[in-house]
């Protein structure tokens, strides 16, 4: 049962333009929801999160909104760099402690 | 500060045989979880462990077990391997609440089960 969802495998955009990635969730009592992204080879890197109580969070390139009436959540990444070509994966908690569910991953490829 | 260390990078074993990764977690964090990466399933999660105590599991079969240690390193074990545990198996520490935090996680072992 996948309860958080990513339904965009990939997206291309080009260097200094907005990479908008989406992602939606079945479970209302998530309370946590955070957006990782991976190299090959690596693993994840914790990137932003946000909790239920909050609609917006902001961390230099990357906000993350929340919309829980809809169950869905995005990430904005501004201005887009080379760099942050990779595979971006959204994940949400039942709780501060809890495990995480895991999206299948959005592939970001930043053209220059 | 020194990272999530996981060892091997990479191990190929034979099915029906165990295996054990290891995972150190950053210095200080006493949360440790696992997870299961593979192309068909994701990321999925395997368990989390604090102070030594089990507190999630994920739906995997009795197969797959951990434990923590008192220096908070764990260590995952997979006994008769089959051939779909063939997988990217991470490690991810926290010293608070991780999901409001961040989990950090390591590089990985990849095990290939033939």
């Known amino acids: 049962d996948q309860q958080v969802k990513q339904n965009s495998p990939s997206l291309s955009v080009q260097e200094g333009r907005i990479s908008i990635l989406n992602c939606d969730y079945t479970n209302s009592m998530f309370d946590y929801f955070l957006w990782y992204k991976k190299y090959p080879a690596e693993g994840p890197t914790f990137l932003i999160s946000i909790s239920s109580i909050k609609d917006k969070n902001e961390d230099g390139r990357f906000t993350v909104f929340l919309n829980k009436s809809a169950k869905h959540l995005s990430l904005h990444i501004v201005p887009s760099q080379p760099g942050d070509s990779a595979v971006y994966f959204c994940?949400?908690?039942?709780?501060?402690?809890?495990?995480?569910?895991f999206g299948a991953g959005t592939q970001v490829v930043v053209t220059p | 500060k020194a990272g999530v260390t996981q060892t091997p990078r990479y191990l190929i074993k034979t099915r029906g045989q165990q295996v054990t990764l290891s995972c150190s977690p950053i210095?200080?964090?006493?949360?440790v979880s696992w997870y299961q990466q593979t192309p068909g399933q994701g990321l999925q999660f395997l368990f989390e462990?604090?102070?030594?105590?089990?507190?999630n599991k994920g739906n995997f079969p009795g197969r797959f077990s951990g434990r923590q240690f008192s220096n908070s390193r764990s260590e995952m074990n997979v006994s008769t391997l089959e051939l779909g545990d063939s997988a990217l198996y991470l490690c991810?520490?926290?010293?608070?609440?991780?999901?409001?935090?961040?989990?950090?996680f390591g590089s990985g072992t990849r095990l290939t089960v033939v």
């Open positions: 462990y604090f102070s030594e105590t089990q507190r």
């Open positions: 994940a949400a908690s039942l709780d501060s402690w809890g495990k995480l569910q």
């Open positions: 991810a520490s926290s010293s608070r609440g991780g999901a409001g935090y961040g989990y950090t």
């Open positions: 210095s200080g964090h006493r949360s």
